[in-house]
């Protein structure tokens, strides 16, 4: 049940519950009489009688902890993983896997492949919007990013060529990010290595 839903059907209930305990007189003066006024505790009782609580419960848990946050670049992310690795510097190696979605099509899917994707933080090889935000991620961290369109493929879109459609102009974009290793950070891979 969406949560929009919920709410109107909570505030219906709560609407109808109210309304059945007192009716006030139709004088501009009215106060509810002593008898009918109810205390707290009681109109919890009627709403859980009514399947208000039941209700409740379900659109609290049905909802995640943590919708989102809005970075002042404009991009909003949502932790869908969290990671225990340490964060990326700006010019490290990072291996990322990913999907981009521009509206309900999918125009790039990285999580199945072999290999992930390297890049260094900050050289510019992927999206603004995905640069700006891969320094505040940890290892291990997967986020969903809602990328604005300026942030994304800009004015001009992106050209269709092989295996990749076109995009338009200022379209936002949708890119679900998991730093997936840290090849010059990774403690096992240190001691593997040796520390030279």
Known sequence: MRSSTIITALVGLCTVQSSQAWSAPKTSNAQP???AQVSRKSMLQTLVQGGVATAAATFLVDQPAWAGEKLPSGVVYEVVKEGK???PDVGELVAIRFAAYVGDRKIDDIFDTPEPYYTRVGSGGLLKGVESTLPLMKLGDRWKLTIPGDLAFGPKGRP???GKPRIAGNAEVVFEVEIVGLPGKEPELIE????E
């Open 85 to 87: 690795g340490i964060k």
């Open 33 to 35: 009489p002593a008898a």
């Open 192 to 195: 593997i290595m040796g520390d």
């Open 160 to 162: 269709a060529s092989a």
